[in-house]
Nanobody, 125 residues
Framework: QVSLVESGGGLVQPGDSLRLSCATS????????MGWFRQAPGKEREFVAA????????NYADSVRGRFTISRDNTRNTVYLEMNSLRPDDTAVYYC??????????????????WGQGTQVTVSS
């Protein structure tokens, strides 16, 4: 069992930055590829970013590529999402998730084994 707790969300203005954190506990963090997803009001949850077990492979949704950066610190069992140049359409609840994988990243929600409760990010002037 893996427990995930997101933090760092809040209300910001367009163009601002935020860093989300996802602290994990339980089974070995190094065993899991990690991802960030988001769900805006009235929309389906969507993929945002993913990172492999050792932090060398990443992937991003087109809508955030170049603005968001996913990273992980395996010594702290934590994954991060650095979000820059935030826009109103980035407003959503952001979730981190863990996928048990031998190698590589995972972008499919159904392949993730564990999910956090989410943290709200609101971008508004």
């Amino acid at each position: 069992q893996v427990s995930l707790v997101e933090s760092g969300g809040g209300l910001v203005q367009p163009g601002d930055s935020l860093r989300l954190s996802c602290a994990t506990s339980g089974r070995a963090f190094i065993s899991y590829a990690m991802g960030w997803f988001r769900q805006a009001p009235g929309k389906e949850r969507e993929f945002v970013a993913a990172i492999d077990k050792v932090g060398t492979i990443t992937n991003y949704a087109d809508s955030v590529r170049g603005r968001f950066t996913i990273s992980r610190d395996n010594t702290r069992n934590t994954v991060y999402l650095e979000m820059n140049s935030l826009r109103p359409d980035d407003t959503a609840v952001y979730y981190c998730a863990a996928a048990l994988k031998i190698w590589g990243i995972e972008t499919a929600q159904a392949k993730y084994n564990y999910w956090g409760q989410g943290t709200q990010v609101t971008v508004s002037s």
